[in-house]
Antibody, heavy 117, light 110 residues
Framework: QVQLVQSGAEVKKPGASVKVSCKAS????????MLWVRQAPGQGLEYMGL????????SLAQQFQGRVTMTRDTSTSTVYMDLSSLRSDDTAVYFC??????????WGQGTTVTVSS | QSALTQPRSVSGSPGQSVTISCTGT?????????VSWYQQYPGKAPKLMIY???ERPSGVPDRFSGSKSGNTASLTISGLQTEDEADYYC??????????FGGGTKLTVL
């Protein structure tokens, strides 16, 4: 079945970086964009950006430009989201989701990132 | 870009209908047919309920419907059931490979 499996929870100190992975299975990896969305505790969903697994091109929301890098490994059908210079307000659940214009139809289970000194 | 505007909460009784609005601008909701809606239970990943303004993915009950007028999109849930109690988020394409989410609406089934 189509599924996205994300890496486990992370605890990081302010200023550090975190890399979250999202492994796809059950479909042709290069045929769909992968989007990243985060949700701070008790807050709503926030779009971060997307990667085109086919060519590796990315597009980032303005507020994340310069701090987020998205990459992919087609040999393992995995996309990665790297967030640097972590701050306490980056504490959130990070989701990957398959799709694009017509909605995100498959979601990962979420990865909790906690930033604390 | 500011988040799309949704009511913080709505409520209804079992069997009734509720509508959740999602207001944006001509640069997002009003400018594209790419509005989607998500249902989210606490501690869970969102689930796609409506895409392309009014299309339902396979498996989503036809009690859920979507529409759009100008810069405002709407999600209507008819025949409310207790399991519909959740948070709902709208999302719109905003051009240049960017998307915007609404702030979310908590649906309470009384």
């Amino acid at each position: 079945q189509v599924q996205l499996v994300q890496s486990g929870a992370e605890v990081k100190k302010p200023g550090a970086s975190v890399k979250v992975s999202c492994k796809a299975s059950g479909y042709t990896f290069t045929s769909y964009y992968m989007l990243w969305v985060r949700q701070a505790p008790g807050q709503g969903l926030e779009y971060m950006g997307l990667i085109n697994p086919s060519g590796g091109g990315t597009s980032l929301a303005q507020q994340f430009q310069g701090r987020v890098t998205m990459t992919r490994d087609t040999s393992t059908s995995t996309v990665y989201m790297d967030l640097s210079s972590l701050r306490s307000d980056d504490t959130a659940v990070y989701f990957c989701g398959r799709g694009g214009g017509s909605g995100m139809d498959v979601w990962g289970q979420g990865t909790t990132v906690t930033v604390s000194s | 870009q500011s988040a799309l505007t949704q009511p913080r909460s709505v409520s209804g009784s079992p069997g009734q209908s509720v509508t959740i609005s999602c207001t944006g601008t001509s640069s997002d909701v009003g400018g594209y047919k790419y509005v989607s809606w998500y249902q989210q239970y606490p501690g869970k990943a969102p689930k796609l309920m409506i895409y392309d303004v009014s299309e339902r993915p396979s498996g989503v009950p036809d009690r859920f419907s979507g529409s759009k007028s100008g810069n405002t999109a709407s999600l209507t849930i008819s025949g409310l059931q207790t399991e519909d109690e959740a948070d709902y988020y709208c999302c719109s394409y905003a051009g240049s490979y960017s998307w915007l989410f609404g702030g979310g609406t908590k649906l309470t089934v009384l």
